[in-house]
């Protein structure tokens, strides 16, 4: 009997030890898991960028044309949680698409910075005439700034910032992954 009882102890012990490494190991592992998977892309990448692209609206009627920047995120190479730091998505949008639905020219801030600079007179002498000519290249443009952040494989968070003539409005949009299709919250 006394043997059963030392033996039935040593199995609990056991059994606990084991309970503890795996302890031990989930914490170990779980970040580097973690952060292993938060850079792939998420679900349906491309039907979240049709999703994304037919969630953009336009809060300023008056302007004429809508000019889209995709900026790059940015890091702090200081960062203390390297695990914790936002993993973007950068959508694919339909120009097109966008431009149909709003009724408004669609063009890349860039191509249209570019169409700018060489409508520049080559001739021109006066700074102040050049500076001014330069700064009005916006006016009634409604500028949008798309950034997208993969919370999860089946959640994402949008920043979108839209400018016009000095006015600014941002909306924070969340899209999640049900019934194999991006829904927007």
């Keep these: ?8 102890a040593v199995l609990r012990y056991k059994k606990m030890g084991i309970g503890v490494l795996a302890l031990i190991a989930c914490y170990v592992c779980y970040p580097k ?21 037919n969630s953009i609206t336009n809060p300023f009627y008056q302007a004429d044309t809508m000019l889209i920047q995709m900026p790059m995120w940015e890091y ?8 914790e730091r936002i993993f973007p998505f950068y ?5 097109e698409s966008i431009s149909l639905r709003l009724h408004l020219p669609i063009m890349s801030s860039s191509e249209f910075d570019c169409m700018k600079r060489n409508q520049i007179p080559k001739d021109i002498t006066n700074i102040d005439s ?5 700064e009005s290249r916006y006016t009634n443009k409604v500028k949008i700034s798309i950034l997208a952040e993969k919370l999860s494989f089946d959640k994402v968070k949008t920043y979108e910032t839209y400018e016009w003539n000095g006015q600014k409005a941002s909306v924070e949009k969340y899209f999640n992954y049900e019934d194999k299709h991006w829904v927007l919250e």
């Design 1 to 8: 009997m006394d043997l059963v009882v030392r033996y039935s």
């Design 33 to 53: 898991v973690k952060n292993h998977y938060r850079h792939l892309p998420p679900l349906a990448s491309d039907q979240l960028s049709i999703a994304i692209t």
């Design 76 to 83: 702090c190479g200081n960062d203390e949680h390297p695990e």
């Design 91 to 95: 959508p694919k949008l339909s120009y």
């Design 130 to 134: 050049l500076s001014q000519m330069w």
